[in-house]
């Protein structure tokens, strides 16, 4: 599995409502519960995003608080401090969700981390919405290393727990209370050197003639994800993790006795590779893991610069770390030297006291750029038709391209929800990148630096109370906080009149010498002008006042998450219907090695030198493109420490001839086609504001109408 590791993520996301029929969640072969790996999420549940499951399951949408304690690991009041409650994820904000995959036998676990190890597990808590649904509940703990049990009888510890006991949600004021369920062991499980599994099972009443039945939403799950806070053994015995999906954690709380266990024990790993330009301070992004049972609330640190140590720094934790809990945390360095500098950071104590932890030192390489090269930016936005909140996606998409022309490129990455969900512009090869690295729909991945929204872009922007476009403020902050240490030139043609393959060739430069190049090239195909008239087509609009006269009349409430867009630029989607038949542009239609790059393609580097990576890029068994007279190729290098897109370059195949830009003027002997706005409709006549233009070439052209 891919680290999920984005230098600076500042991830905007919103809850909403999906569903599916089919489990393709990633099986578990040799566990993963040893990957370590954070993903910070700091503006999450601040608006409102479409939730995907990636042809997962069936979620559903309510409005649920833990009546019992948060999750998150505490001490309940009164207890001694040698007691905590532990749980996925390692932070008390976030959202539940109801979610079912249509079955009747649930077999569900977490993973206990072996930084617990010694650690005495006495009861679980676990969360369920219906309880009249549930019978032969289940738990049971399992030190498995290779294989999860497929029946709690056949795990090292199960307790059956009686139906009565089962409990379930209050409803008051419009908001269901969920009330915990307590679990106590026989007796203390302590937690093996290798950690441990702790998971339960029961048998749910499904109805099928009522999708909406709570029947057959069984599970509770809670907003963030950890790599090892959910586990599913599906109908033919299989174990998978649901990590990646985007649906959250389980929610269970485990009651640990720690006696014994160090308070001061703070794990370090990670300093994620970045560049950075000279004699300029930057920060140094170090993960940190609590495995002691107190909170930590400040950190003394040593800091190594190219074999120069600093003097102990210490900072205090604008929050603290619970127990079990991550977090980057962010000291600052100067590099000097252009290309690689060693950095490593050791944590040497802990609120004060003496770090215990054996791995207390993290190390890697800041990347010294002298001379940056330009930096042509990608912005990559997860859409599809079925996601309501999609339309300010092809609308931000469009500004960020139309401000900052040939200084971006601007990719949209289809996918469908579920089975009886699709998007017909869904690229199966593409699905790699948001699998490993995130994101909700819909959001944007600017230069896989960070992840936000493709209209926001990474903050939040509130005027008038209403969100303001952020899009091209994104890509300025990304290009400014990381210089390019390389670049990339891209020349492309067809390999003759059938137009069944594509000759690529693809020139690099760097500006700085390094024999263990973790660079690759990865190639993207895009399409313009993707349009259909089958309601598979229709991109579904939550802006719309008939959705919203839908939703008043199904829950009794007035809509008014989508409010806020209300800006001049949205307008027009608030004017449209639920389902508005479109044109859609940008649009991933082919995808060679697009997350890690292709092996072999960027060897030894050195500074000023060119490299050149000539390849043939086959589509003769592509199903999704409409038009080759609107393709456009693009090329993304990517260093594979960290996943991140140092440069790219992007050229339109037109008429069997190589372009140089993704939006060109119309030629001297091209005539107007098509017109439409920035919402991807097409228009009858220039429309005031932004008109994107499409001539008889096949190029096209923004412009602007007063």
């Known amino acids: 599995m891919v680290k999920r590791l984005l230098l600076g993520l500042v991830a905007v996301a919103l809850f909403g409502v999906a569903s599916a029929q089919k489990v393709e969640f990633k099986p578990v072969g040799k566990l993963m519960h040893k990957n370590f790996s954070l993903v910070d999420n700091s503006l999450l549940n601040k608006v409102n995003v479409q939730s995907y499951g990636k042809n997962v399951g069936a979620q559903k949408k309510a409005q649920l608080t833990a009546k019992s304690p948060k999750l998150s690991p505490m001490q309940r009041a009164g207890e001694e401090k040698t007691t905590i409650w532990w749980s996925y994820p390692q932070a008390s904000n976030g959202a539940m969700s109801l979610m079912g995959f249509g079955m009747t036998e649930y077999n569900l676990a977490i993973f206990v981390p072996a930084s617990y190890a010694g650690a005495k597990l006495d009861s679980v808590e676990l969360f369920f919405y219906s309880p009249e649904y549930i019978s032969d509940l289940k738990v049971w703990v399992d030190a498995a290393e290779t294989t999860l049990p497929a029946t709690a009888e056949e795990a090292d510890m199960y307790v059956d727990v009686p139906s009565s006991d089962i409990q379930g949600a209050v409803i008051e004021g419009g908001t269901a209370y969920l009330s915990a369920t307590p679990v106590e062991l026989p007796e203390p499980y302590v937690i093996p050197e290798g950690g441990c599994f702790v998971g339960y099972s029961f048998t749910a009443l499904i109805d099928a003639e009522n999708p909406d039945s709570y029947a057959n939403y069984p599970i509770i799950t809670y907003s963030g994800e950890e790599t090892n806070g959910s586990f599913f053994m599906y109908q033919n015995g299989t174990w998978y993790t649901m990590y990646g999906a985007g649906y959250g954690n389980l929610a269970v709380n485990l009651h640990f006795d720690v006696t014994g266990m160090p308070s001061s024990d703070v794990a370090a790993a990670a300093v994620l590779e970045a560049p950075a330009r000279l004699n300029t301070e930057v920060p140094v992004g170090v993960v940190v893991q609590n495995n002691g049972f107190a909170d930590v609330t400040e950190l003394s640190y040593i800091l190594t610069n190219n074999q120069v140590a600093s003097a102990e720094q210490t900072i205090t934790l604008d929050e603290p770390i619970a127990s079990g809990g991550r977090m980057y945390v962010y000291p600052t360095t100067v590099v000097t030297k252009n290309g690689l500098n060693t ?13 215990t932890s054996t791995s207390n030192t993290a190390s890697g390489y800041i990347i010294g750029v002298e001379n940056p090269y330009d930096r042509t930016s990608v912005v990559e936005e997860l859409t599809g038709t079925w996601c309501g909140w999609c339309p300010r996606g092809h609308v931000g998409l469009e500004m960020t391209k139309s401000r900052l022309g040939d200084k971006v490129i601007t990719l949209a990455g289809h996918f469908s929800e579920s089975e009886t969900s699709i998007d017909p512009m869904a690229c199966a090869e593409y699905y790699e990148v948001p699998y490993n690295l995130g994101g909700s729909f ?16 990474l903050s939040i922007d509130v005027e008038n109370n209403l969100y303001q476009y952020g899009g091209d403020k994104a890509v300025q902050t990304v290009s400014d906080a990381y210089p390019s240490e390389g670049k990339v030139e891209l020349a492309a043609e067809w390999t003759d009149d059938s137009k069944q393959s594509i000759k690529v060739s693809a020139k690099t430069q760097f500006g700085y010498d390094r024999l263990s190049s973790p660079y690759a090239l990865g190639f993207i195909l895009s399409e313009d002008g993707m349009s259909g008239t089958s309601q598979d087509w229709y991109q579904f609009n939550y802006y719309s006042p008939e959705y919203a006269a839908y939703y008043q009349q199904k829950f009794g409430v007035p809509f008014t998450d989508a409010d806020p867009y209300h800006t001049e630029e949205m307008d027009s989607w608030f004017n449209l219907g639920a389902n508005v038949n479109m044109v859609y542009n940008s649009v991933v239609v082919g995808a060679w090695n697009p997350l890690e790059g292709i092996e072999g393609s960027v060897d030894e580097i050195f500074a000023g030198e060119t490299a050149e990576y000539k390849t043939t890029l086959d589509i003769s068994d592509n199903t999704l493109i409409q038009d080759k007279n609107k393709l456009y190729l693009t090329a993304l290098l990517i260093n594979r420490n960290n996943y991140t897109i140092v440069n790219a370059a992007q050229v339109a195949l037109v008429n069997g001839t190589v372009g140089i830009e993704n939006v060109t003027d119309g030629g001297s002997n091209a005539v107007e086609v098509a017109r439409y706005n920035v919402n991807g409709v097409r228009l009858n006549a220039p429309q005031k504001g932004l008109n994107i233009v ?13």
């Open 442 to 457: 819909p959001s944007a991945f600017y230069d896989r630096c960070s992840l936000g929204d493709p209209y926001l872009g």
């Open 694 to 706: 499409k001539y008889s070439d096949g190029t096209s052209k923004t412009v602007v109408v007063k």
């Open 343 to 355: 950095v490593s950071v050791q944590i040497t104590k802990v609120n004060g006291e003496d770090n």
